[in-house]
């Protein structure tokens, strides 16, 4: 495969930790007390990741693609926004090679679920559970995340316009 058709996406979403909504990252609901405020679902892993996507597709933005202040995408399932778009990606052509992903939280912790929400986002992707990767990271107790005020999430993603590397 030639580097040429590569092109790579960074995303990163951040939402604040509140009581009484649910806790979904990368499509997979998470038992915690606490949950991510937001506008949609608030699944901070999944809209880091579609700004990556979209980010190598050179593709704008969530925000430009989901406004946030449209009533349309209120309590919006974040699934159904990475699959528009993943499909607007490969519309512009697109396939994805790989994603990797940092979780960071103080609580509850992440890393028991990390195979769920690897296996969730490949599923959404499309892609074979080897090409998604996950970190879980906590806040050392300090800071924002520290002092479990935000979860936030940051993602990688590797595209390619050529056929994929299948050796
Ligand atoms: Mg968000």
Known sequence: MTTSGLRIGLGWDRHRLVSGRPLRLGGVEIPSELGLEGHSDGDALLHAAIDALLGAAGLDDIGTLFPDDDPAYEGADSSELTRQALARVREAGFQILSLDAVIAAQAPRL??????????????????????????????????????????????????KSEPDVS
């Open 111 to 160: 890393a028991p679920h990390r195979t769920a929400m690897r296996n969730s986002m490949a599923a959404l992707l499309q892609v074979s559970a080897d090409r998604v990767n996950l970190k879980a990271k906590s806040g050392e107790k300090v800071g924002v995340i520290g002092r479990g005020e935000v979860l936030e999430a940051t993602v990688v993603a590797l595209l390619s």
